[in-house]
């Protein structure tokens, strides 16, 4: 019954910026940590940035300095500015959300939103 939906992709020049939204149907309290994914045909599905209920983060080395992860509890959506962007940065992407218990470990993922960066 938990459902994720990626928005805000879309096509953008180089040097150029755009924001992701990931709105849950539940409260995102729930949630251990949350983050962004990214994938290109052909390749493995890429870890881009996390984001704790404590607010910790962490992004990969080739987005740091120009991405922003955030989350909103009020409005159960978590974010993701990409400034600066390159053509690299082409890609599906993914929202995910980790729940942990004592008893269990669940995943869940959006559908993906399609971010194309031209040159």
């Known amino acids: 019954q938990v459902q994720l939906v990626e928005s805000g992709g879309g096509l953008v020049q180089a040097g150029g910026s755009l924001r992701l939204s990931c709105a849950a149907s539940?409260?995102?309290?729930?949630?251990?940590?949350m983050g962004w994914y990214r994938q290109v045909p052909g390749k493995q599905r890429e870890l881009v940035a996390t984001?704790?209920?404590?607010?910790?983060?962490y992004y990969v080395d080739s987005v740091k300095g120009r991405f922003t992860i955030s989350r909103d509890n009020a409005k159960n959506t978590m974010y993701l500015q990409m400034n600066s962007l390159k053509p690299e940065d082409t890609a599906v992407y993914y929202c995910?959300?980790?729940?942990?218990?004592?008893?269990?470990?669940?995943?869940?993922w959006g559908q993906g939103t399609q971010v194309t960066v031209s040159s």
């Open positions: 539940g409260s995102i309290f729930l949630f251990n940590a």
């Open positions: 984001i704790s209920n404590g607010g910790s983060t």
């Open positions: 995910h959300a980790e729940r942990t218990t004592y008893s269990s470990r669940k995943d869940y």
